[in-house]
């Protein structure tokens, strides 16, 4: 691809899409539908301590069964930055 960020392996071409794909997901969510609604101190509450929470695991998971560490790695296991982690 033109700025190299797809990953070689079609496997992790998948993971790659499907992580820029939650990515969006959350971005909708945290947006209530792109601003179609307004937060309250109760919904928020409720989505940042669990939904929120759950898109995180799904996201620190991914990165740990590829061998991401706090220190060291990328989201796919890939040896240089993909899309998936831009997202």
Avoid: Y
Avoid at 2 to 11: E, N, R, T, V
């Amino acid at each position: 691809m033109k700025f190299g960020l797809m990953p070689d392996a079609i496997d992790k071409q998948a993971l790659a899409l499907k992580a820029m794909l939650d990515c969006n997901d959350v971005l909708a969510e945290i947006s209530l539908g792109n601003g179609a609604q307004m937060w309250n101190a109760d919904t928020w509450a409720e989505f940042s301590g669990t939904r929120l929470v759950r898109w995180l695991q799904i996201f620190e998971q991914t990165g740990a069964i590829h061998g991401l560490s706090p220190d060291a790695g990328f989201l796919l296991g890939t040896p240089k930055a993909t899309m998936a982690d831009l997202g």
